[in-house]
């Protein structure tokens, strides 16, 4: 357990993991932080508003 | 096993949207909702050229803000869980101190470097910038987090090999120079010119803190969560038991 590295950790990854699944997971990941943080629609920036200033998320 | 990391930092993510979620209902909408009207009693003409009549309602942006909270705090718990997973060989601390070096990691690096140049506005701050411009600065900002809490983490391995306290002293050396340098280089973006200062600096100091608490919360909850699965499965020994599978 100690003697883990972080390439021990990527090959087990790679082994749970399909390219597929990985590159899903890291497009739901992204459409969530694009949604949050950078979507500048205005019906989504006034319904997130007050979010996004206490979140401290530049926004305007 | 990179499941099982994934499943305790969305579990996490909820406990920590939860508190945020009920932060966000009761403190933040309230407040943000206070201060906008404030400036627009007082005739406030939006310097910053969308003096839009609101696309929706107050309540639906009250509603959507909690949501959004939530939906924040179970992002960032996955992300945490799965950063967790790579990176833990990597951190130092055994189990729960890995854990909270990586959530000030995650601070450091979504929130705390990028507010140096692009600090929490208050409702009603005029932006110098455009907002396009401003998102850029953020991604680049949190490329320089993610290199900062590197480097901190790095040159407390490097030193604490020797010295314990003195690798603790190491680390924050590359923090404090980022803080130092961003924070006299970069040029003030945001002003607020009808606010008061110190309701600013209580509105930054809200978001950093409920930030940071995020961060604290998902650190503990997902330490908690393994720490209770290891019980729970320690006396069945067998396929069951994660440790004894695990490459």
Redesign the interface.
């Given at each position: 357990?100690s003697e883990?590295?972080?390439t021990?950790?990527?090959?087990?990854?790679r082994a749970?993991?399909t390219p597929i699944q990985a590159a899903t997971g890291l497009t739901f990941?992204a459409g969530?932080?694009f949604v949050?943080?950078?979507l500048?629609d205005?019906?989504a920036?006034?319904?997130?508003?007050?979010?996004?200033?206490?979140?401290?998320i530049?926004?305007? | 096993?990179?499941?099982d990391y994934l499943r305790r930092g969305v579990q996490a993510g909820v406990i920590a949207g939860l508190a945020y979620g009920l932060f966000?209902a009761f403190v933040?909408?309230p407040?943000?909702?206070y201060l906008h009207h404030a400036q627009h009693d007082h005739g406030h003409d939006h310097g910053?050229g969308?003096d839009?009549a609101?696309?929706?309602s107050e309540t639906?942006?009250?509603i959507?803000?909690?949501g959004?909270?939530v939906?924040?705090a179970i992002?960032l718990g996955?992300?945490f869980a799965i950063a967790l997973?790579?990176?833990?060989?990597?951190l130092p601390g055994r189990g729960t101190g890995s854990a909270f070096v990586l959530a000030g990691a995650g601070f450091l690096t979504v929130?705390a470097t990028?507010?140096l140049v692009?600090?929490?506005?208050?409702?009603g701050?005029e932006?110098l910038y455009t907002?396009e411009l401003?998102?850029a600065i953020?991604v680049g900002l949190v490329a320089l987090g993610a290199l900062v809490s590197a480097a901190a983490i790095g040159s407390y391995g490097w030193v604490a090999s020797r010295h314990r306290a003195l690798g603790i002293v190491a680390a924050t050396v590359p923090i404090v120079a980022t803080a130092v340098v961003l924070s006299t280089v970069a040029p003030t973006i945001v002003s607020h010119p009808e606010l008061a200062g110190e309701l600013v600096s209580a509105?930054?100091a809200?978001?950093?803190l409920?930030?940071a608490a995020i961060w604290g919360i998902l650190a503990a909850s997902v330490s908690w969560l393994e720490r209770r699965e290891t019980t729970s499965t320690a006396g069945v020994v067998g396929p069951n038991d994660r440790?004894s599978t695990?490459?």
């Open positions: 357990m883990e590295t972080v021990d950790r990527i090959d087990a990854a749970v993991l990941a969530i932080a949050l943080v950078f500048q205005p019906l920036h006034d319904a997130m508003h007050n979010f996004r200033h206490a979140a401290g530049t926004c305007h | 096993m990179l499941y966000m933040a909408n407040l943000s909702e910053h969308h839009h609101h696309a929706v639906t942006t009250a959507v803000s909690v959004s909270g939906l924040w992002f996955g992300v997973y790579f990176l833990e060989p990597a929130s990028p507010w692009l600090p929490p506005a208050a409702p701050a932006q907002v401003r998102l953020y509105y930054q809200m978001a950093a409920s930030q440790r695990s490459p």
